[in-house]
Every structure is written in structure tokens, then in C-alpha cells.
């Protein structure tokens, strides 16, 4: 690139300016008087240049165009004629021209100009700066890199030289030195010139400079360190009391606001495992999540209460949401099971109002745990398969020692077809994302009664199919297999579409469907340690404030699992989610031999149970 300067004329002395020699009319007077006001402005505007190397350069003499044909120009660069620099003049020397740019090339340029009686002398000042500039901020005690890196075109036969701006200039870093264990270049007499600073503290902040032994700037690296302030001594000071008592057990608003929050905490679960998981099956049910997270919610005050109230989407101090919990497992009752549990180390001294409350609102009284892991996993896993009856017998294989808290949600779901399946042993091919067949055992009815629709806003073919217990299988069918148009769908599903696309199967008329769904199993067991910190909760592994709980110290949330299981029968849905698939007939048919999501709802206390999707029949 061609940089060229105008104007940027530094003084003008003489003895006298001639303005007849140089000018004979009056027209060219008042050109005059116009170049003098751009040279008393340009004077404080245009004196230094800082230049990136690898640019081409122009400066000019005069900053104005003037018949100069009889004058003298001279150029010096660092009080030497630039002839002698190898730099090039143009124009009769009215221009400077640099080629190519380099840290060589930074210093002074003056320009002399003798006319009859008249001297005029321009000069720049040229600083020519690293090419790179780096803005890196770390946390004290981390390491950090300083990034430099030699032209691809230049050989390589020393390493760069590092400086660092201090009071006293710019210092030398001795980074040859055998002791020096602070700094180290990474990748020596490499064209990567990038070096290393171990465990950084606040001093180490300021600005680097990475120069070739020429003096070609590579670099410069300007580096802030934070330091973590002290923090406050931990206090459960006016922080014990019990939950607040919910002053609203009548309000007509308490409950919706409950369930919209739990098809939002759904949509944005399923976004998140979607995400980490684009191509398998998913499986989770999000009414044990968040029962597992307001039960933690009890205890928690202040910021970590903050933090678990925007996690499960209820609005903040929504006194009622144990409450409203409540009510909610007590609705679900004739068809879902869930119960949560509590299980803490043995030297913490749980609140007692704690207890009472997990007693009233959860119905489970929190658990201390053994002193031998073997006897802890056994525990557990008796719980869970009890609470699944049996559908899911291990979720632990051992517990830690150290173990301080340990939170335990199970769900056990047992649905039956109000319009029954033959009992035929019917096998199908289903199609995966990547075109493969597999051939899978089918539930059929060439006459199913049941709703069916195009959903426009989800761009789904949706069937809703009756279980018993007041509950409602939702299968969504994408266009195809693909896995682009699987992930259209996917990406529609907000709450507010899920909802609506709800209420509008509510008034769907049934009809007669050739219906088709495979028989599957899955048993999937999410990451609860990666949901956790996707929902902000990265707290809770870190020191939760739980001072409603245990109010002697910060509480460190050890371990959350979450494992859910799913059978399609031909007597119904267990535990939680399903699939739907078609043949053609002479019926309207709904095909799901294909990838699809399935939403099992309950229409009861209208909340999704499970969420889940199918690419992998198993």
C-alpha cells in the first residue's frame, strides 16, 4: 500500500521572501496568502508519522504546487543525504519516495528548499511500528503468550530479541539466561517467535515489544493481569431463615406461571444437549431436573438463589414455586412417579427448618451418607430403582468420601395406548440421517383413531397419541431423514411454538391413521455437569451459598445425575418418550420410520414429562 503525505511542513525561515520574484500578479498573491494559512495549520497536525512496515512511502516537500523549476532541494535522512541511504527522490526532489517500509527506515527526514533569498525546510518524523499489536489480559497465577512471528519471507538464524517499557525506557529481556524461569521461548530459531510467561502476577502487566535483531518491530503486546480481589470472609448472618411462606395458595396466576416456566426450562434443556449432541438419541425428563433444582433452591440464598431462579425460569422471589411443585407432583400423580433426594456428608449439620420443609414440599427428608462408598452406591441405586420400580437400577458406582452434597431426582412413568396396537410381530426398515436401514420391530394399526397435522410453525408433521393417566404422546416428523431438515424442526422449537402448537392439536379433530411406530428402548444419562454450567449453575461446583441449608461454611455441590429411560410397547409408553412411523395405505398415514422428536405431556397439568429424540433405534 502507497502512503502519501500532503502538507506537513514543519518551519520556513529566510531573510526575506522575494514575493515579486516568485510571484508577478495578483492572482498568485492570493495563492500566497492561502498556502501560508494551511501551512500554520498543517504545522501542529502533521509533524510525526507512524508507519506500518511493508508500506510503500511518499513524503512531500512543499505542500503546495509551485513553479520551482530554478530551486534547490535537499533531502537528509538522520542528518545524512539520503542518496547515501539508498532512499529514492522524485520530481527534481520535490518527492521522497520509500519503496517498502522498514524499522531501518524510522528517524528524521528533512527537506531543504533554497529559492533566490528564500529557505524553506520541511521535516518528518517517522516511527515505524510492530505490525502486529496484541491485546492479551490473564489472571494472575496463569500463563500467558506473548505472540511474535518472523515474516514468512525471512530466514530465521536468531531468535527475536524482547523488550519491555519501563520508567527507565525500553528494557531488555534477558530471555537466554538458563535461570530465567519466568520467560521462555516456546519454539526456538522458529519462524513462531512466541514466548511463554509463567505464572503471571500484577507486575507483569504492561506493553512488550518483539524486534529482530535489525531492529524490524514484530510485535508489540500490550498485557493487563487481573487479580482477583480478597473476597469477604463467608457469613450466613440473617441468611437462615426459613423459605418464605407463600402468602398466594388461592391465586389463579401461581400455577401457569409454574408451567410456563417449566416448558421454557425444557426447550432450552433440549437446545442445550441438541447442541452437544447433534446426531444421537436424546432422552431427559424435565420435570426431574427442575424438581432436583428447586428442591436445591430451598437452601439457597442470594446470589446462588439468583442464579437457580433464572436456571428454571421462575421469576425472582416467586415465594409460591415449592408450593406450586407440590401441587404439580400431586396432579401428575396417577401416571408419573418422581421423588427427590438429598444426600449429604455426615460432618455437615443440615438446618433443621431445612428438613421440615423438604419433608413438607418434596417428601423426602435429606440423608446422610455412610462411611464405606461401596455401602453409599448401594443405598443409592436401592432409592432409584425403587422410585423407577426397577426401570433404572444403577445411576452411582461409587460415591467419594469427600462427598459434601449429593442431589437425586427419579422418575418412573407408566403409560398405556387408550387405542391399542396389534399384537403382531411386524418388523420395518427405518431410515437413519445417513441413509443407512435398520430393521426394527413395529407396533401397526391401519385404522389408529387419532389427531393429526402439518404444524407450519415448526415445519413438522405432528400426531398426538392418548395414553391413560391423562397424558399425550407427541411425535414431531421433519420433512425427512436428513439430518438438515431434522434440525429445521429443532431450531422452531421454542417454548411459545411448542405451546401453541399444544393448543392447536387440543382442537384437532381425530381421524382413522395407518400408524406405524417402532418398539424401542432407550436409556440415556445427559451430563449433568455440563447442563449445569450451560444454565449458569457453575457456581454450585465452585462454593453455592446455601446458608438455608448449612449455614457454616460454603457448600460444594459434588455430584447431580440425571438418567432417563424409555420403552415403546405394545401396551404403551414406559418411563417416557416414543416414536411414530407409517406405511402407505389406503388410510392417511403419519411416517415416522425416520429421525423425529417425541414430547410426552401431561394434559393434566399441561408441563412436558420427557423430551427426547430418536436417530438411532435401538
Not at 522575494?18 to 500578479?25: A, C, E, F, G, M
Not at 503468550?145 to 530465521?156: R, W
Not at 455441590?557 to 420403552?567: E, I, P
Request: with cysteine; hydrophobic share 40%.
Amino acid at each position: 500500500m502507497k502512503l502519501t503525505v500532503v502538507g506537513c511542513s514543519r518551519n520556513i525561515t529566510g531573510k526575506k521572501l522575494n514575493l515579486d520574484t516568485l510571484w508577478k500578479s495578483r492572482m498568485r498573491l492570493q495563492i500566497i496568502h492561502c498556502i501560508l494559512l494551511q501551512l500554520i495549520f498543517e504545522l501542529s497536525s502533521c509533524t510525526h508519522l507512524r508507519v506500518i512496515p511493508g508500506y510503500s512511502l511518499e513524503l512531500p516537500c512543499l505542500a503546495f504546487q509551485a513553479d520551482l523549476s530554478g530551486a534547490s532541494i535537499t533531502w537528509t535522512f538522520n542528518d545524512k543525504d539520503v542518496l547515501a541511504s539508498g532512499l529514492e527522490v522524485k520530481k527534481d526532489g520535490l518527492i521522497l519516495s520509500i519503496s517498502t517500509v522498514t524499522a531501518a527506515h524510522e528517524g528524521q527526514y528533512v527537506c531543504l528548499l533554497k529559492e533566490n533569498n528564500m529557505e524553506l525546510i520541511n521535516t518528518y518524523d517517522i516511527t515505524v511500528v510492530a505490525s502486529t499489536v496484541y491485546n492479551i489480559k490473564a489472571a494472575a497465577g496463569s500463563d500467558v503468550k506473548f505472540p511474535c512471528y518472523f515474516p514468512t519471507d525471512q530466514q530465521v538464524n536468531n531468535n527475536a530479541l524482547w523488550f519491555k517499557d519501563t520508567n527507565a525506557g525500553k528494557t531488555k529481556l534477558n530471555l537466554e539466561d538458563e535461570n530465567n524461569n519466568k520467560m521462555e521461548h516456546l519454539f526456538p530459531l522458529e519462524r513462531d517467535q512466541t514466548v511463554l510467561l509463567r505464572d503471571a502476577v500484577m507486575e507483569d502487566g504492561g506493553v512488550y515489544h518483539c524486534e529482530s535483531e535489525d531492529g524490524q518491530k514484530l510485535s508489540t503486546v500490550n498485557v493487563v493481569i487481573d487479580v482477583d480481589p480478597t473476597p469477604e470472609p463467608h457469613s450466613c448472618q440473617n441468611l437462615t431463615a426459613p423459605w418464605e411462606a407463600c402468602l398466594d395458595e388461592n391465586s389463579r396466576t401461581g400455577e401457569p406461571i409454574l408451567q410456563e416456566s417449566m416448558t421454557e426450562f425444557s426447550m432450552k434443556l433440549y437446545s442445550y444437549l441438541r447442541a452437544l449432541n447433534p446426531a444421537s438419541n436424546l432422552l431427559f425428563s424435565p420435570v426431574s431436573i427442575s424438581g432436583l433444582l428447586t428442591h436445591l433452591l430451598l437452601g439457597a440464598r442470594e446470589d446462588t438463589r439468583n442464579a437457580i431462579e433464572r436456571a428454571v425460569f421462575v421469576p425472582h422471589n416467586f415465594h409460591c414455586v415449592h408450593f406450586y411443585t407440590k401441587k404439580l407432583r400431586e396432579k401428575l400423580d396417577s401416571s408419573l412417579q418422581m421423588a427427590s433426594q438429598i444426600y449429604y456428608n455426615p460432618g455437615i449439620n443440615v438446618s433443621e427448618s431445612f428438613i421440615d420443609q423438604s419433608i413438607q414440599f418434596y417428601e423426602a427428608e435429606p440423608t446422610k451418607l455412610l462411611e464405606n462408598s461401596e455401602e453409599n452406591a448401594k443405598m443409592i441405586n436401592s432409592w432409584v430403582a425403587n422410585k423407577t420400580q426397577n426401570k433404572i437400577t444403577h445411576l452411582v458406582d461409587k460415591v467419594s468420601p469427600h462427598t459434601q452434597l449429593m442431589l437425586l431426582n427419579a422418575v418412573s412413568f407408566n403409560g398405556q395406548w387408550q387405542v391399542k396396537f396389534e399384537l403382531k410381530g411386524k418388523k420395518g426398515n427405518f431410515i437413519k440421517m445417513n441413509g443407512d436401514l435398520v430393521k426394527v420391530p413395529v407396533l401397526h394399526q391401519q385404522k389408529y383413531k387419532a389427531a393429526m397435522t402439518h404444524d407450519v410453525e415448526l415445519q413438522a408433521q405432528v400426531a398426538k397419541f392418548a395414553l391413560t393417566g391423562g397424558s399425550s404422546l407427541y411425535i414431531l416428523l421433519p420433512r425427512t431423514h436428513s439430518a438438515t431438515h431434522l434440525q429445521q424442526v429443532e431450531e422452531r422449537m421454542t417454548d411459545t411454538a411448542v405451546l401453541q402448537m399444544i393448543e392447536r392439536m387440543k382442537t384437532t379433530p381425530l381421524q382413522q391413521i395407518d400408524v406405524t411406530l417402532p418398539q424401542i428402548k432407550l436409556d440415556v444419562e445427559p451430563d449433568m455437569n455440563i447442563l449445569l454450567k450451560k444454565l449458569g449453575l457453575s457456581s454450585l461446583s465452585e462454593g453455592a451459598n446455601l446458608c438455608g441449608l448449612y449455614s457454616e461454611d460454603k457448600i460444594i455441590l459434588d455430584d447431580a445425575r440425571h438418567r432417563a429411560f424409555l420403552a415403546l410397547t405394545e401396551k404403551g409408553v414406559e418411563a417416557g418418550a416414543v416414536t411414530s412411523a407409517s406405511f402407505s395405505r389406503s388410510f392417511p398415514t403419519f411416517s415416522a420410520l425416520r429421525p423425529f422428536i417425541m414430547l410426552l405431556w401431561s394434559d393434566e397439568a399441561n408441563v412436558p414429562l420427557f423430551v427426547g429424540r430418536v436417530t438411532e433405534p435401538q
